[in-house]
């Protein structure tokens, strides 16, 4: 368990690195242009509808269901990756590699994640959100938590308990519901088990293991 352990607290170095917390200006770069292409085709398309598309009921309730497709995917897929990244490859694994690093530093220090400016974490900050106290929250976020529009703390928490094998969606977590209540992420184990011989990372920590990495970090999330 020793060696395991010291295993896992190599990859905490990218989180105690705090230059990392700072955005770069190519990470800057990258948001501005991200949110500068979403508005330029949220302006487009409102164009479009002014312009004299149909705009009856059925159009707006296709781009309802759609925005609401959109919405449930985006949720769905934050999951699976995160399940992905969480339980297979290393360090070392290609492309990926800085990333399965630092999810698992942030199993470590979950409040760590809290830190980091927003153009850092940009992709994972509905995730990040549920880590800070809802008192330090802004009132319009606090509220699309309380509504269950946005992942809150409440939810998220499980993901953080021996051993990690649910709640893995930081989107808003509802699709969490299908992925746990169905067992799907764990078939899915079962499966590349028999295949590849490969045992994902949460059949192996063990609740000791978890218990001493956990009074390293307490996450400081209160309701």
Request: include cysteine.
């Amino acid at each position: 368990m020793a060696a395991s352990l010291e295993k896992k607290n190599q990859s905490i170095s990218s989180v105690d690195d705090h230059s990392q917390y700072k955005a770069t200006w190519a990470q800057r770069a990258w948001l501005a242009s991200g949110c500068t292409t979403m508005l330029i085709s949220l302006a487009k398309s409102m164009l479009i509808l002014a312009a004299g598309a149909p705009t009856g009921p059925r159009t707006w309730l296709h781009l309802t269901m759609a925005a609401l497709l959109g919405y449930l995917l985006a949720d769905l897929s934050s999951g699976i990756y995160h399940w992905a990244i969480d339980n297979y490859g290393s360090a070392e694994t290609p492309i990926f590699g800085s990333q399965i690093e630092w999810f698992r530093a942030h199993h470590q220090y979950p409040s760590e994640i809290t830190k980091f400016e927003t153009a850092c974490i940009v992709n994972t900050l509905f995730h990040a959100w549920s880590h800070i106290p809802r008192r330090k929250l802004p009132p319009v976020v606090a509220a699309l938590q309380d509504a269950g529009v946005l992942l809150r703390w409440s939810d998220h928490k499980a993901h953080h308990r021996p051993s990690v094998n649910s709640s893995y969606c930081v989107v808003s977590g509802i699709c969490d519901r299908v992925l746990d209540g169905c067992k799907v992420l764990l078939a899915l184990e079962v499966a590349i088990f028999r295949v590849t011989g490969v045992k994902p990372r949460s059949w192996s920590e063990t609740i000791s293991e978890w218990k001493l990495m956990m009074t390293q970090d307490e996450n400081p999330v209160l309701d």
